[in-house]
């Protein structure tokens, strides 16, 4: 199993610029989801997923959109890049059993500057 | 704001010794805690979780506590190795897998 996979690693981007950050699990996870990191504090939840066709926002959706036409990817897409959008990107997956915490798995990130 | 994400809380130990990571949560309504640990250049990667109802949960050389009258985790690591370094992150789950993360602490050990 390759696990969570990101693409692409690094990404510079102009103000006003769109693209598209890809996500992929291979471990059949419902649960997916978006974080970003700024430097030096902890990651803030931007979207996630519940399953195939259903999305939410989490605590910094505005300037996020993200979609969930299959299982295994969960790709999310900045329609009009600003500066304060330079963070490191995350996107982590998990099953949904039960009551108890089901890890999440992280994939390894993708450092996007917006100049 | 920005100066406090910049300066990370950080703790420092002699490989060997015992480490002990605190964290401070805000919504007793969080059913778990979990601990993350991220390398540098890495994603986060799971340690150890904890249901609200618990107040002591031991892994592998971790172990961690949970203090819900002062909304207090703590995560104590045996016998620190130079493969602990890190920074870690305790993280609160409020509804499905929703995680509120921690501003992190940086955990160095010295020779």
């Known amino acids: 199993n390759a696990g969570v996979t990101q693409t692409p690693k690094f990404q510079v981007l102009k103000t006003g610029q769109s693209m598209t950050l890809q996500c992929a699990q291979d471990?059949?996870?419902?649960?997916m989801s978006w974080y970003r990191q700024d430097p030096g504090m902890g990651l803030r939840l931007i979207h996630y997923?519940?399953?195939?066709?259903?999305?939410d926002q989490g605590e910094v959706p505005n300037g996020y959109n993200v979609s969930r036409s299959t299982t295994e990817d969960f790709p999310l897409r900045l329609l009009s890049a600003a500066p304060s959008q330079t963070s490191v990107y995350f996107c982590?997956?998990?099953?949904?059993?039960?009551?108890?915490?089901?890890?999440?798995?992280f994939g390894p990130g993708t450092r996007l500057t917006v100049l | 704001g920005e100066s406090v994400g910049l300066h990370l809380p950080t703790l420092s130990v002699q490989e060997g010794d015992n480490s002990i990571i605190n964290c401070a949560y805000s919504?007793?309504?969080?059913?778990?805690f979990i601990w993350y640990k991220q390398e540098s250049g890495k994603g986060p990667q799971f340690i150890i979780d904890?249901?609200?109802?618990?107040d002591k949960r031991q892994g592998q050389r971790v172990t961690v506590l949970l203090n819900k009258t002062v909304k207090h985790l703590s995560l104590q690591i045996a016998a620190t190795q130079p493969g602990d370094s890190a920074v870690y992150f305790c993280?609160?789950?409020?509804?499905?897998?929703?995680?509120?993360f921690g501003q992190g602490t940086r955990l160095t050990i010295n020779p």
């Open positions: 997923s519940v399953g195939a066709g259903i999305t």
């Open positions: 993280a609160e789950r409020r509804g499905a897998q929703k995680l509120v």
């Open positions: 919504n007793s309504a969080s059913d778990y």
């Open positions: 904890i249901r609200s109802n618990m």
């Open positions: 471990m059949n996870h419902e649960y």
């Open positions: 982590a997956s998990s099953l949904l059993a039960g009551d108890a915490y089901n890890e999440q798995f």
